[in-house]
């Protein structure tokens, strides 16, 4: 091949190989990252050890719901809090309430609370449950 000057021409281009070889290599980078962002998070914010499912509710008339949750942990002993909440007719949240659930015998237990709504609601569900529970939840 023979060298032109880089002055008038520019730097030369790659070669059809070693274009090839960084689109490889920059493939492999990128499906790295990805698959590394996607373990990150879901250990982050994936499925925690405590389930918590709506299993009813009822509107108390004015601007209450209570809820009633089905909570699932692997250690029924250890105490969890759960996150209920009010929503309105447009799905906006409009009331939410933590709660602690006491340690237990079985595994999953059925905890019901009231949660008090600036709006009407219409529907209360269920936000999360874990085992993080904050020390105003726990009883002196």
């Known amino acids: 091949m023979i060298e032109r000057p880089t002055a008038r021409y520019g730097q030369p281009r790659l070669t059809r190989r070693s ?7 920059l493939s492999v980078v990128i499906v790295a990252a990805g698959v590394a962002l996607a373990l990150v998070a ?17 509107l108390l008339g004015g601007n209450a719901v209570e809820v009633t949750a089905s909570v699932t942990r692997p250690d029924p ?55 993080d529970v904050p020390s105003y939840l726990v009883a002196p």
């Open 77 to 131: 002993s250890r105490p969890a809090v759960c996150i209920i909440r009010a929503r309105s007719l447009d799905g906006a949240e409009t009331g939410r309430r933590e709660f602690l659930v006491p340690p237990s015998t079985q595994s999953t237990v059925q905890v019901t609370a009231v949660v008090e709504s600036t709006r009407p609601p219409v529907v209360g569900d269920v936000y999360g449950c874990g085992l």
């Open 19 to 25: 274009r090839r070889t960084w689109l490889i290599a």
């Open 42 to 58: 879901y250990q982050r914010l994936g499925t925690g050890e405590v389930k918590g499912e709506l299993s009813g509710y009822r």
